[in-house]
């Protein structure tokens, strides 16, 4: 991990929060290069999962809503957290961190009987990670969601909270998509945005942090009359997620699903499959799939008065259709590509050349423009038109500065996959060497072709 943070802040991926002020609590910022990827992620998967799909719609909600939104969707009195202190060093955990979460479970049930909590915690628990003393106060619910209060007065009645997931939008205007689009079942409404959770431990780098954003489908399916019907739909949205991962170009062999237990599901959900991560912290959560039933249109309708239901046209019948959720992260998202396409080559001469071997449709920077002799003002004159040419199509960075073998290296470690070199040669042929980032493999191309040559190396995959 210390590699890729190093790289990230290097190469400018991702800079530390308000670091000149020490950093923020575990917030991160996108530098150039991190804003690049994510915008690449985030333009895919739109374009792959709302745009060209006749059965999506998008939307973006906005982050504070109605305080009712949460009462009704159970985030007000469930999304919490067991919160447990270390009384020697004040230090907070998550109890569900200390153990498993399964063992976590099988405690709090034994808490509810126990006499005396203490020293059941006391048994139970391991030494407190950063004192290594076992002397813990009892757990109690801390809720994640950050209150902030509307208007200039600060008191319960306006008190209102950041969305802790973007779902929510989508539920509540379920009736507005209806009426505006005119969308029949099935279809589904997606949203990417930004999510705030106040995370107990907010830890491992941008992989869990207290700002983030999501991206997210809410898919309406008519109430199945048994358990095949929704299973056939998440079984759909699990294999367009595994093809989502292999569009990413993240190893398959990184990634695992995890049907999660009964008895640890969230409070709306009767299945989730977690798709994890082999990160070099552990195998965490990447994204997740859930069946949430009509739990949050039939809770909506209660709390709101409002009739959620959906008529079908043709039979009349009235109904709450039921949510197959695909979600994922940004962050976790762009963890996972810098891990997975981190490299580092042995080469021939005994050094090391660090390589992120992106796949070429998400990498930051498509080509580099490299004058080999940048004192010669016809070659830099040469290199700034080409510039100009292919800017339009492509994202671009011009490089003059340093020796052509370092600026090899500094592409390799943003992950670009061609560079582009002029020299004298190109003003005596009109030619250009284009280098590949894997293979290193060079080659002359005619600048008439470039763009038709950069294309298909963006598309290869
Ligand atoms: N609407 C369902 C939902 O919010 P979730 O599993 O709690 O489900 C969805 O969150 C995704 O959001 C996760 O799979 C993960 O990628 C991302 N995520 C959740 N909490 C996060 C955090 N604290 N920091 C970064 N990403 C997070």
């Given at each position: 991990?210390?590699?890729?943070?190093?790289?990230?802040?290097?190469?400018?991926?991702i800079f530390p929060s308000s670091e000149i002020y020490g950093g923020f609590s575990s917030c991160y910022?996108?530098?150039?290069?991190?804003?690049?990827?994510?915008?690449?992620?985030?333009?895919?998967?739109?374009?792959?999962?709302?745009?060209?799909?006749?059965?999506?719609?998008?939307?973006?909600?906005?982050?504070?809503?109605?305080?009712?939104?949460?009462?009704?969707?159970?985030?007000?009195?469930?999304?919490?957290?067991?919160?447990?202190?270390?009384?020697?060093?004040?230090?907070?955990?998550?109890?569900?961190?200390?153990?498993?979460?399964?063992?976590?479970?099988?405690?709090?049930?034994?808490?509810?009987?126990?006499?005396?909590?203490?020293?059941?915690?006391?048994?139970?628990?391991?030494?407190?990670?950063?004192?290594?003393?076992?002397?813990?106060?009892?757990?109690?619910?801390?809720?994640?969601?950050?209150?902030?209060?509307?208007?200039?007065?600060?008191?319960?009645?306006?008190?209102?909270?950041?969305?802790?997931?973007?779902?929510?939008?989508?539920?509540?205007?379920?009736?507005?998509?209806?009426?505006?689009?005119?969308?029949?079942?099935?279809?589904?409404?997606?949203?990417?945005?930004?999510?705030?959770?106040?995370?107990?431990?907010?830890?491992?780098?941008?992989?869990?942090?207290?700002?983030?954003?999501?991206?997210?489908?809410?898919?309406?399916?008519?109430?199945?009359?048994?358990?095949?019907?929704?299973?056939?739909?998440?079984?759909?949205?699990?294999?367009?997620?595994?093809?989502?991962?292999?569009?990413?170009?993240?190893?398959?062999?990184?990634?695992?699903?995890?049907?999660?237990?009964?008895?640890?599901?969230?409070?709306?959900?009767?299945?989730?499959?977690?798709?994890?991560?082999?990160?070099?912290?552990?195998?965490k959560e990447l994204y997740g799939l859930a069946y949430r039933t009509d739990f949050d249109l039939k809770?909506?309708?209660?709390?709101?008065?409002?009739?959620?239901?959906?008529?079908?046209?043709?039979?009349?019948?009235?109904y709450w259709p039921h949510v197959i959720e695909p979600t994922f992260g940004v962050e976790r998202t762009?963890?996972?590509?810098?891990?997975?396409?981190?490299?580092?080559?042995?080469?021939?001469?005994?050094?090391?050349?660090?390589?992120?071997?992106?796949?070429?449709?998400?990498?930051?920077?498509?080509?580099?423009?490299?004058?080999?002799?940048?004192?010669?003002?016809?070659?830099?004159?040469?290199?700034?038109?080409?510039?100009?040419?292919?800017?339009?199509?492509?994202?671009?960075?011009?490089?003059?500065?340093?020796?052509?073998?370092?600026?090899?290296?500094?592409?390799?470690?943003?992950?670009?996959?061609?560079?582009?070199?002029?020299?004298?040669?190109?003003?005596?042929?009109?030619?250009?060497?284009?280098?590949?980032?894997?293979?290193?493999?060079?080659?002359?191309?005619?600048?008439?072709?470039?763009?038709?040559?950069?294309?298909?190396?963006?598309?290869?995959?």
């Amino acid at each position: 991990m210390q590699k890729i943070i190093s790289l990230a802040k290097r190469r400018g991926f991702i800079f530390p929060s308000s670091e000149i002020y020490g950093g923020f609590s575990s917030c991160y910022d996108f530098g150039p290069l991190g804003i690049e990827l994510v915008e690449n992620i985030k333009r895919s998967w739109w374009n792959r999962f709302v745009r060209s799909r006749p059965d999506m719609v998008g939307i973006s909600t906005t982050i504070i809503m109605s305080p009712k939104v949460w009462q009704a969707s159970g985030h007000v009195s469930g999304f919490s957290d067991p919160l447990i202190e270390c009384k020697e060093c004040h230090a907070r955990h998550r109890g569900d961190n200390l153990l498993s979460e399964s063992q976590w479970k099988k405690l709090e049930k034994k808490l509810e009987k126990a006499k005396d909590k203490e020293k059941l915690i006391a048994l139970s628990l391991p030494s407190c990670p950063d004192c290594k003393k076992k002397n813990y106060t009892l757990p109690r619910n801390f809720n994640l969601m950050f209150k902030t209060f509307v208007g200039p007065v600060e008191d319960e009645t306006s008190t209102a909270y950041l969305r802790p997931e973007t779902a929510q939008g989508m539920f509540v205007n379920f009736n507005n998509i209806i009426s505006s689009s005119r969308k029949t079942l099935p279809f589904g409404i997606a949203q990417i945005g930004k999510a705030f959770r106040n995370e107990i431990t907010p830890k491992n780098y941008i992989f869990r942090t207290r700002e983030f954003e999501q991206m997210e489908i809410e898919y309406f399916i008519p109430e199945p009359k048994n358990e095949k019907e929704w299973q056939k739909t998440f079984d759909y949205w699990r294999k367009e997620m595994w093809q989502w991962i292999d569009f990413l170009g993240i190893k398959r062999k990184n990634v695992k699903e995890n049907d999660i237990p009964k008895e640890e599901l969230a409070h709306y959900s009767k299945r989730t499959i977690d798709f994890e991560y082999k990160f070099p912290f552990g195998t965490k959560e990447l994204y997740g799939l859930a069946y949430r039933t009509d739990f949050d249109l039939k809770n909506h309708e209660k709390m709101s008065k409002e009739n959620m239901k959906y008529r079908d046209p043709k039979t009349g019948k009235e109904y709450w259709p039921h949510v197959i959720e695909p979600t994922f992260g940004v962050e976790r998202t762009v963890l996972a590509l810098l891990v997975d396409a981190f490299d580092e080559e042995k080469m021939e001469d005994g050094t090391t050349r660090t390589v992120l071997r992106f796949s070429p449709a998400i990498a930051p920077i498509k080509v580099a423009i490299l004058p080999l002799l940048q004192n010669k003002p016809e070659i830099v004159k040469k290199a700034k038109e080409i510039e100009k040419a292919i800017l339009p199509f492509f994202s671009c960075d011009y490089d003059q500065s340093g020796s052509i073998g370092k600026r090899y290296r500094r592409q390799d470690e943003a992950g670009t996959p061609i560079c582009l070199t002029v020299d004298f040669e190109t003003l005596k042929d009109n030619t250009v060497t284009l280098r590949d980032r894997d293979t290193m493999h060079q080659r002359r191309v005619d600048i008439g072709s470039l763009k038709e040559e950069i294309t298909k190396i963006i598309n290869k995959d």
